[in-house]
């Protein structure tokens, strides 16, 4: 079984330009999730849906930041305008219904690197 | 707030050698602890977790880990580390659905 697929893998930008993130979860997943992973750091949750409904967006910045999740199924994460701060890589994890403590399964991630 | 400590930033073993790395966690009930492990360039990968019951809790690739309520702790171990273990590993404190929190990490060298 195929686990979460993200794609670009890289992606080298300049600030001010906008980035996408696009990200399919294992099949039958009901709870999607975003991470930001600065570098030394742990993930930070940015935004977590339940099928298509964003249920905790709690610390995306929503100037910049938006999210999408059509149909219940794959997710994109855009960033605009990108700033030097957003370097960093961008994780996206999933789960099969959102029951507390469930194993959540994350993807490579997508390493942004804003110059 | 929950929260996570993980103390050691980097640790060094020679291979064959125990291994504990420790997590300190900070949550206001009973936490759901887990622990991950990342290689370079890959996402995280689950090692065990913890809920309730039995204290001490086996995971993946050999790995265990303590739950000590009274410590606000849950230390992962490995009694023989083999070369392919050198990783980053995390902790993390989960209570709500989906709610979780990560410490910033331990990177992990094992010496041949």
């Known amino acids: 079984e195929a686990g979460v697929v993200q794609s670009p893998r890289y992606k080298i930008i300049e600030k001010k330009q906008p980035v996408a993130f696009w990200c399919n979860p294992i099949?039958?997943?009901?709870?999607l999730y975003w991470y930001r992973q600065n570098l030394g750091q742990g993930p930070e949750l940015l935004i977590r849906?339940?099928?298509?409904?964003?249920?905790?967006d709690s610390q995306l910045p929503k100037d910049r930041f938006s999210a999408e999740r059509l149909k219940g199924v794959d997710s994109t994460l855009k960033i605009q305008p990108a700033e030097l701060g957003d370097s960093a890589v961008y994780l996206c994890?999933?789960?099969?219904?959102?029951?507390?403590?469930?194993?959540?399964?994350f993807g490579p991630g997508t390493r942004l690197l804003v110059l | 707030a929950q929260s996570v400590t993980q103390p050691d930033i980097h640790i060094t073993v020679s291979e064959g050698a125990s291994l504990e790395l420790r997590c300190n966690y900070s949550y206001g009930a009973t936490p759901y602890l887990f622990w991950y492990v990342q290689s370079p360039g890959q996402g995280l990968q689950l090692l065990l977790k913890?809920?309730?019951?039995?204290?001490l809790v086996q995971g993946i690739k050999g790995f265990e880990a303590e739950f000590k309520r009274s410590q606000s702790s849950f230390n992962l171990r490995k009694p023989s580390v083999h070369w392919s273990d050198a990783a980053e590993y995390f902790c993390a404190v989960g209570g709500g659905a989906g709610k979780s929190t990560f410490g910033d990490g331990t990177t992990l060298t094992v010496k041949p």
């Open positions: 994890a999933s789960s099969l219904g959102g029951v507390p403590g469930e194993t959540q399964y």
């Open positions: 849906y339940e099928n298509e409904e964003a249920v905790d």
């Open positions: 099949s039958g997943h009901n709870t």
């Open positions: 913890y809920f309730s019951g039995d204290t």
